[in-house]
């Protein structure tokens, strides 16, 4: 079945340095929607970005991915993290009527 | 308002005993969705409401029931809970009109069984 894969549970950094979080996924489907859900503390995961176009970029919020169906990826970068970036991060699919989400990456930027 | 409300926001029950959640929003969606949440997995989706038609996964079938009595409510009942149950449960809601329609999540009720 579908499935999407995050490797990083936690990422620490410190503010003003560039900020990735990788997303790769398996799907049946051959033009599947990659999402980013971010969830911050107290809160409710919210959509960050989403893509449906090979090799396109995609921003908002300073945040960017490009989805990659040759290498089956969705990765989400920032090039200076800011202390209002800590979050849980969910990388998500949909091929098919269903949402399938990724384990989360937690990120922690420290002064 | 994008907002979807949840209640209760926490809630302890006992083995064996029923347990209903509370979701509700004013965007006048057409699709709700009922997600579990457990420490260091993935969310991963029950059920979800079309309008007035339930689909529920099918390794979650017989665990969840769920009721939408208008188009703001949906419930998620537990008939007879077991610790495997503890965990947070979502509730998202969409516009649908397409695969890429954006869910509202709501803050999500964190559901401990004893």
């Known amino acids: 079945g579908d499935s999407v894969t995050q490797t990083e549970g936690l990422v620490t950094l410190t503010e003003g340095l560039p900020v990735m979080l990788n997303c790769t996924y398996q799907?049946?489907?051959?033009?599947?929607?990659l999402f980013w859900y971010v969830q911050h503390l107290n809160e409710s995961p919210r959509l960050l970005l989403k893509?449906?176009?090979?090799?396109k970029r995609t921003e908002h919020q300073g945040f960017h991915a490009t989805l990659h169906k040759s290498s089956s990826s969705f990765h989400l970068q920032k090039s200076s993290a800011q202390l209002s970036d800590s979050a849980l991060y969910y990388c998500?699919?949909?091929?098919?009527?269903?949402?399938?989400f990724g384990t989360g990456t937690t990120v922690s930027v420290s002064p | 308002d994008t907002t979807v409300k949840q209640n209760p926001r926490y809630k302890l029950a006992r083995v064996g005993k029923p347990v209903n959640l509370i979701c509700s929003q004013t965007?006048?969606?057409?699709?709700m969705y009922w997600y579990q949440k457990k420490p260091n997995q993935a969310p991963k989706l029950l059920l979800f409401?079309?309008?007035?038609?339930?689909?529920r996964e099918a390794d979650t079938f017989e665990k969840f029931q769920s009721s939408r009595p208008n188009n703001s409510f949906c419930s998620l009942y537990i008939g007879s809970a077991g610790l495997e149950y503890s965990a947070m449960y979502l509730c998202?809601?969409?516009?649908?009109?397409?695969?890429?329609?954006?869910?509202?999540f709501g803050p999500g009720t964190r559901l401990t069984v004893l």
């Open positions: 998202a809601s969409s516009r649908v009109g397409g695969i890429d329609a954006e869910q509202f």
């Open positions: 799907t049946i489907y051959s033009n599947p929607f």
């Open positions: 893509s449906f176009t090979d090799n």
């Open positions: 998500a699919l949909k091929g098919g009527r269903a949402l399938i």
């Open positions: 965007m006048n969606h057409d699709t």
């Open positions: 409401y079309y309008d007035k038609i339930l689909n």
